[in-house]
């Protein structure tokens, strides 16, 4: 199965760049040729929206429901599954014993797809919470970065209006972002519990207001998950929620898409 290793490829490809040089997985055909003629692309990442989880979630979706509908890939993510490796690996194209990234304040050992774009000119732009990999792990690579505070059930919504404004204000050709509260919410009480699901409902509102926003300034858009997860039985009787490589849940996410002009699917 296709994994992370694909995204920096693919979405260099789509912008008309070449590939990180330490990237070890190759261009999705399917997602390059929609993208082709592409001037700028939005990567969302939609944490803990593994397929297992998106499944359970998809009749409160719409947004995402609607993109998948057109354009789904199942991707495997990398082990060890959690944020700050799959972000290095969704950066560089590169496996976790290349890219050499395991906590969000390692070093990486390999080319990111923001250094690529800015040796060719382009300029690139990420927006997150403050102390989330997004912002410490790509942040530092990006031509603009925009932290937002809070760990509350509100700092998404402060993620969004963050990124909106990098697309109004800045316009990078290439922006990465990431929402966190369902990842939040699915640890907290179980991924296919009804605080996940209803976590999940707002995730998709959010990202449709985001995504109506980038197809209107004529962007592409590439969203995934970096990481599912799975339910785990507490001594106390409760569940919450992990993820590891043991179970397909943790590991099996979806990537969907849309090509600039497509904006029906915002609606």
């Known amino acids: 199965m296709l994994d992370l290793t694909c995204i920096a490829p693919t979405a260099a490809s789509g912008l008309g760049l070449p590939p990180p040089r330490n990237a070890e997985g190759g261009a999705l055909a399917q997602v390059v040729a929609d993208l082709k003629g592409c001037d700028r692309l939005a990567i969302v990442v939609l944490d803990a929206l ?8 998809r009749e409160r979706m719409p947004t995402f429901k609607r993109m998948a509908d057109r354009h789904l890939i199942q991707l495997r993510s990398v082990r060890p599954p ?20 395991r906590e969000r304040t390692d070093a990486f050992k390999a080319e990111t797809i923001f250094e690529v774009a800015r ?27 925009r932290r937002v505070g809070s760990d509350g059930e509100e700092r998404d ?28 919410a699915s640890h907290r009480y179980g991924p296919f ?18 995504l ?22 507490q001594a106390d009787g409760k569940t919450k929620g992990w993820h590891d490589d043991t179970t397909e849940e943790s590991m099996i996410i979806p990537l969907v898409w849309v090509a600039p002009g497509e904006r029906t699917v915002a609606r």
């Open 193 to 210: 519990s009804s605080q996940a699901v209803a976590a999940a409902e707002t995730l998709d509102a959010r990202f449709g207001l985001l």
């Open 50 to 57: 593994g397929m297992a989880t998106w499944r359970a979630a």
């Open 82 to 101: 959690v944020t700050p490796v799959c972000f290095a690996t969704i950066a560089t194209g590169a496996r976790p014993e290349t890219h050499g990234v």
């Open 157 to 184: 919504g402060l993620i969004l209006t963050a990124s909106l404004r990098i697309l109004a204000e800045d316009r990078p050709d290439l922006f990465f972002t990431q929402f966190v509260a369902l990842d939040s």
């Open 119 to 145: 040796k060719h000119g382009r300029t690139s732009g990420v927006a997150g919470g403050a102390g989330c990999s997004a912002t410490m792990v790509l942040g530092r690579w990006s031509d603009v970065t």
């Open 212 to 233: 109506s926003a980038a197809c209107g300034k004529g962007y592409g858009v590439l969203a995934l998950a970096d990481h599912g997860q799975h339910p785990v039985l």
